[in-house]
């Protein structure tokens, strides 16, 4: 496997709505999709900086994985995305190789993607997601 970019960051924050004005009014970017995931319990907003997104995270409750990142460790940097071709291969390259995978197999994920990720145990801290643009 062989990522093709950086698909995007993801960071927890606890309000989208008092995020997303600080990345327009600071930073000049512009949010162009906020998005629900219903079965990651997470909403989402996207900005593009050059070609790499950034990607605010927003519980939509406080059991979901990202209402239990910021109890425990507070807003900031949750994932490290990869764009990856052939994300199941990819997976079980990884898993091949002693890697703990979080997900056996892609699932969806906000604007269309299949993703999965792997363990911060096995990526030296950095909950790492690979993503695949599903073939149109």
Known sequence: MKPT???????????????????????????YAVEEVAEQKVK???????????????STDPEGPIGKFIEKKGEGIHHLAFAVENLQ??????AEKGVKLIDQSPRKGAEGLNIAFLHPKSTFGVLTELCEHPEE
């Open 5 to 31: 970019h950086i698909e995007h960051i993801g960071i927890a924050v606890k309000s989208l709505d008092e995020a997303i004005p600080f990345y327009e009014n600071v930073f000049g970017l512009k949010c």
């Open 44 to 58: 989402t907003a996207f900005f593009m900086v050059g070609q790499t997104k950034i990607e605010l995270l927003e």
């Open 89 to 94: 291969e990819g997976l079980n390259e990884t």
